[in-house]
């Protein structure tokens, strides 16, 4: 049983091919835990800050601008921030990118 084994090691193609698929079969998996996981954690996250959105509350945008949610348009997927005192600025929701904690 132990020579048949080493014969088919020994053979060209023999355990190369199962171990070059393990190798691929392994990386998928580490980019998969360390990167795309992640990753989908953190846009499922934003998603919910961005549904969770309320008039008065203060932001930031993705562009640096600090202001405080003045009206939403959810059927235009909109945001309107108030940024001075008669300063209002409309942006895309997925621009908001995160609250501010007061």
């Given amino acids: 049983m132990g020579s048949t084994i080493l014969a ?3 053979q060209p193609g ?3 091919n199962y171990s070059f698929f393990i190798m691929l079969a392994l990386m998928f998996g580490v980019f998969y835990f ?3 996981r992640p990753q ?3 846009a ?3 998603q919910e800050m961005i549904n969770s959105l309320q008039k008065g509350e203060k932001v930031i945008t993705s562009s640096g601008m600090i202001g405080t949610i003045y009206a939403i348009h ?3 997927n909109k945001v309107v921030l ?3 005192d008669e300063v209002k600025v409309e942006f895309v929701k997925s621009s908001i ?3 501010v904690q007061s």
């Fill in 40 to 42: 989908k954690k953190r």
């Fill in 34 to 36: 360390l990167i795309i």
């Fill in 44 to 46: 499922q996250q934003h």
């Fill in 8 to 10: 088919t090691a020994a």
């Fill in 74 to 76: 959810d059927e235009q």
């Fill in 82 to 84: 108030k940024v001075a």
């Fill in 97 to 99: 990118a995160s609250k």
């Fill in 14 to 16: 023999g355990l190369a």
